[in-house]
Nanobody
Framework: QVQLAESGGGLVQAGGSLRLSCAAS????????MGWFRQAPGKEREFAAA????????YYADSVKGRFTISRANAKNTVYLQMNSLKPEDTAVYYC????????????????????WGQGTQVTVSS
């Protein structure tokens, strides 16, 4: 069982930056691939970024590639999402998720792969 808690969301102007954090409970964090997803009002939950257990491999949605960076600190049981050059269309609730798969590649984009989810943190980007 893994419990996840996101933090770091907020209101930011377009072009600004935010860093999201996701803290995981338990001593087995390094056994899980991690992902970030987001859901805007009235839209389906969509994949943003994924990282493998060791942090060696990462994968991004085209919509965030070059602007967002996913990373993890296994010693701190934490995964991060650094978001730069934010746009109004990035406005959404952001969720972190854990999968027992290694992750961090193109196959790690489907929500059904992930077994554990956080409660989400709101990110609002004003124009």
């Amino acid at each position: 069982q893994v419990q996840l808690a996101e933090s770091g969301g907020g209101l930011v102007q377009a072009g600004g930056s935010l860093r999201l954090s996701c803290a995981a409970s338990g001593r087995t964090f390094s056994r899980y691939g991690m992902g970030w997803f987001r859901q805007a009002p009235g839209k389906e939950r969509e994949f943003a970024a994924a990282i493998s257990r060791s942090g060696t491999n990462t994968y991004y949605a085209d919509s965030v590639k070059g602007r967002f960076t996913i990373s993890r600190a296994n010693a701190k049981n934490t995964v991060y999402l650094q978001m730069n050059s934010l746009k109004p269309e990035d406005t959404a609730v952001y969720y972190c998720a854990a999968t027992p798969q290694d992750g961090g590649t193109s196959y790690a984009t489907g929500p059904s792969l992930y077994s554990y989810w956080g409660q989400g943190t709101q990110v609002t980007v004003s124009s």
